[in-house]
Every structure is written in C-alpha cells, then in structure tokens.
C-alpha cells in the first residue's frame, strides 16, 4: 500500500488527512495518508527512511522553507519562492530522491484571478512566512504590485501602525497569509483601517475555518469582496496529487 503524508508542528488543524483519505476510498486507490507531527525539522529524514512505501508529502508550517536543504531537486517555481509545500518521493535500491514542488502558488492564483479587476493594481500581504512568498509570487505573476506586512519593520515591509486609509484604498487587494482569525481564536483579526475600505477592496484570507473570519466580516461590511482559503486548499490538494503521479 502507498503511502502519502502531511509534516509539520503542529498538526491538529490538518485539512489534507482527511481529504486524501476520503479520495482514496472514493476513488478505489490502494494507499493512505498520515500525519508526521515532528517537533525538530532534523527529524524529516527519519520520517522518509522509516517509510518505504511513501510516494509524497505535504509540508505546512513552520517547514516550507526549512525543508529545501533536504532535497534533491526543488522546481524552478518553489525555488524563485523559497518555499516548498510538495514533496515527491522516489525510493531508488536504499536510498531516496525527493522532489520539492510549490502547489500553494497554483492553488492561490487560480482561485483569486476570478475576482481581480482592472482597478487592482496594488496588493499588502499580511504575514511574511512560508505561504506570503508563495502569495507574493502569484500576485506578481497576475501583474500586481506587493507589499509584506509584518509587526517589524524590515525592507520591502511595513508594520501594521504604518497602514492608513490612504494605504488601504492604494493597496486595495489585502491577503491574510497569517493564523490572526483562526479558530478557535476566531474572535481576532489583524489591525487595519476597515472603515476606510469600500467596493474597490478585494480581501483574501488563506483561512478556512472559521467559513468567514472577523477579517472578512469587518471588510464586507464596507462593501469589499471577500473570499476564505478553501477553495485555495482544495485547489493545491488537486496539484500535489498531480506532482506526485507526474
């Protein structure tokens, strides 16, 4: 039986088990899927060794980028990024190659062009991790200008003090890359002039769960467009099964 595979720390909010469990059932094939809950990114290549049936993984936080020096080949995408979600694995006699790939980037764009317009030229990403590179780099692909939002300040980022309604109606896409929402915090939302915001906003956040977050609720009540990250995680769930069998 194959086996396929989530690592990160911690994963008692993972949507993947689940869902390739569910396919695999559906679908008649001969694998599963499991969680790898590992503490210390030193301990990623026990997790390959001890499972010789393993064809793949996902990564999520806080690995996406720290699991790059341990592979073989990363694509040409997930390079230009600097973080890696997929991972490929081919058993080869005793030892392994593994294959980095970047399904976030796919997941993310095809689900936000839809509802990118002739007056969103400009973007802040909220949170400067693993998945805000992947944001960044699919934002630009789709021709729009970035900008990193973090509680530092660092070059190309800007703290969330520095946000003004004049930011907020120049940078009019907002993506929340960060967990500020989430349940069951689901009470919080990240610091931004909501009151500034109308029709000409676009705010995404990579949340799922809850189905609409404080963030989404505060700019839809401003006459933004929102939309939550599921249709993003269900769209990289469709790319890594095709990494893993290409």
Known sequence: MDKYGLIGYPLGHSFSIGYFNEKFANEGIDAVYEN???????????????????????????????????LDVVSEEARAIGAVNVIKVEHKGKSSFLTGYNSDVIGFTKSIEPLIERFHNKALILGTGGASKAIRFGLNKLGLETLFVSRFKKSDTITYEDITPDIVKEYNVIVNCTPVGMYPNDMNYPNLPYEAMDSHNLLYDLIYNPNETLFMKMGAAQGATVKNGLEMLLLQAFASWDFWNE
């Open 36 to 70: 790898f809950e590992i503490p210390k990114i030193d301990n990623f290549p026990e997790v390959v060794d001890s499972n010789p049936e393993l064809r793949g993984l996902n990564v999520t936080i806080p690995y996406k980028e720290k699991v790059i020096s341990y």
